[in-house]
């Protein structure tokens, strides 16, 4: 019964959608945490001074603590779920990076 639970949450579709997941609610426990407000107001903030690469950057660090912990628990299939949507985050890192 238990291996079907975990062969469920062992899959690439289940990983990528963590992954995409996780950092988003990571930047709306960062709003609250600073600035309990206007989020709009919080993300042009984080554009007008630059800091939107920061943020991307915090919102990454969920991803690889649970990327350790799938790979820890024998769930590669997550982990590389996970990984992959990391590398999305990346992607969108070096192209705001660099296109500003």
Known sequence: M???KIDKINSEKVGL???LIVPILAIFILYFYLQPGD???FLKQ???YGLYNKLI???IVPNF???FYFRLKSQL???EGISIAS???LLLFVILKYAT
Do not use: V
Request: proline share 0%; no cysteine; net charge positive.
């Open 17 to 19: 959608f963590i992954g």
């Open 87 to 89: 590398l999305i985050y």
């Open 46 to 48: 984080a554009l007008l």
């Open 57 to 59: 950057g915090f919102a």
């Open 77 to 79: 299939r997550a982990a």
């Open 39 to 41: 989020l709009g107001l």
């Open 65 to 67: 603590l649970l990327y």
């Open 2 to 4: 238990e291996t079907k």
